[in-house]
């Protein structure tokens, strides 16, 4: 195990081969895109994309099946659509290819449709009265521990895993909401994400989105992809190792573990940088909340300093194994797609790049049902509880298309993910042991 076999299958099958050098020549001095039926001119608009720099992404390329991923419902983005304008040399508009010809998107708009209207869009809001629920008394339980009667590192521990626990559920719906996938409303779901991203937490939502867009735009490709960005201490594509130090990378699936522990408490200091240097006063409001809230009840309940500093810090060690590992195991370890090779259409990079882990309650539970990354890949917008119920259909469209379906149990994935960084350490280190022997 861990040598990746048994996933990476469909790795090397690409969508559209889209002819990008054709269209870059003809539109040097344009930024243009195909959006479902038209090919427009963002030049003007690049700068004002509410979005980011995200929609640089698909310059010279379909967008059509990213942009209704990411605006489902959104009547705000299509008014933007419609009034950006058409590109009209017929030269410049052929160069961009239709991915509504690819066949696997043509089945997939099909199926897409169908969902839809078979209600698996709409919210159940009885789940989500639930999980706002579970995750607030779990913030009372680690209330109760931290201020019972026993002795501190008693308190500390039991208070920290459960506080940690309720940060990482946080993160789970707060994620939902920033996908605009609980009501699918971005009034409702935004503030949503605001209230257990920011109230509950103490982080951002903005920069979670800025940062997460990237990864569902163009998941696993290097330098667009920002959940890549775990070098130089973590590396799992040989290529890309032969660049960093060789002694992080060759004890790299030791420090796994103690990395994971250790990226909420980096991730609260950037943060907090990012709603100072883009000034987002209301974000610092609602964090700034947080904490004033929390200090209270914890100094009520006779925290010391030393104590309370204990609490949040190994909350954020505990939120950073549990959140990080769930995540980790989806894509990490799938292959990565080099800068400028990326010209898949969207279901070919979402399947190819993604493993699921087979979805039993315990394990959906636990990964707030994000365990069936491929379906949500397809669909960030969709309620992630629902994914389930589109997972035969997704099995079959791979099935029909010939792409891998990658699937396999939590454990299996575990030792998947962990081993490949192994496997690369161990390449890595046989490579430079060749290179210097010459």
């Known amino acids: 195990m861990g040598k990746g076999g048994d996933f990476e299958g469909g790795a090397g099958k690409r969508g559209r081969g889209i002819g990008k050098g054709a269209a870059g020549a003809a539109a040097s001095k344009q930024k243009i895109m195909r959006i479902h039926d038209r090919v427009v001119d963002v030049t003007e608009f690049e700068s004002r994309h509410p979005g980011g720099k995200v929609l640089n992404f698909y310059l010279n390329e379909d967008a059509t099946d990213a942009f209704d991923a990411f605006h489902f419902n959104s009547k705000k983005a299509r008014k933007m659509?419609?009034?950006?304008?058409?590109?009209?040399?017929?030269?410049?508009?052929?160069?961009?290819?239709?991915?509504?010809?690819?066949?696997?998107?043509?089945?997939?708009?099909?199926l897409l449709a169908k969902w839809k209207a078979d209600g698996l869009f709409d919210c159940d809001y009885g789940l989500l009265a639930y999980r706002m629920f579970e995750i607030f008394a779990i913030v009372a339980l680690s209330f109760a521990f931290f201020g019972m009667d026993a002795p501190a590192s008693v308190r500390l521990v039991l208070s920290s895993v459960a506080i940690g626990v309720a940060w990482t559920r946080c993160g789970w719906i707060q994620h939902d909401g920033g996908h605009i996938g609980i009501t699918g409303d971005s009034t409702y779901d935004h503030a949503i994400q605001a209230v257990f991203e920011g109230f509950v937490k103490g982080s951002s939502a903005t920069w979670w989105r800025n940062r997460h867009n990237k990864h569902h735009a163009k998941c696993n490709v290097q330098g667009k992809d920002s959940d890549l960005n775990t070098y130089p201490v973590l590396c799992w594509d040989l290529?890309?190792?032969?660049?960093?130090?060789?002694?992080?990378?060759?004890?790299?699936?030791?420090?796994?573990?103690?990395?994971?522990?250790?990226?909420?408490p980096l991730f609260f200091l950037t943060t907090k940088l990012f709603m100072y240097r883009r000034k987002h006063k209301v974000e610092a409001v609602i964090s700034f909340l947080h904490y004033a809230a929390f200090l209270s009840v914890l100094t009520s309940l006779g925290g010391t300093a030393s104590e309370i500093f204990a609490y949040f810090f190994f909350g954020y060690v505990v939120q950073g194994l549990y959140l990080g590992f769930c995540f980790s195991l989806s894509h990490f370890a799938m292959p990565q797609i080099k800068a400028g090779d990326d010209d898949e259409d969207w279901v070919t990079n979402a399947v190819t790049t993604t493993l699921n882990t087979d979805p039993t309650p315990l394990v959906s539970w636990t990964t707030g049902h994000l365990n069936?990354?491929?379906e949500h890949h397809l669909c960030p917008s969709m309620p992630t509880h629902n994914l389930i119920k589109i997972k035969p259909d997704v099995e079959a469209l791979c099935k029909k298309h010939g792409l891998k379906y990658a699937s396999t149990t939590f454990w299996e994935a575990s030792k998947f993910t962990v081993g490949k960084l192994q496997d690369v350490a161990n390449q890595r280190r046989m490579i430079m042991e060749i290179v210097e022997s010459d």
């Open 81 to 110: 659509l419609e009034a950006l304008p058409n590109v009209s040399d017929p030269v410049v508009t052929a160069a961009i290819e239709d991915d509504g010809k690819v066949p696997i998107v043509t089945d997939f708009r099909v």
């Open 239 to 264: 290529e890309m190792s032969k660049k960093l130090p060789k002694s992080l990378i060759a004890i790299q699936h030791l420090t796994f573990f103690p990395l994971l522990g250790l990226y909420v």
């Open 372 to 374: 069936l990354q491929i």
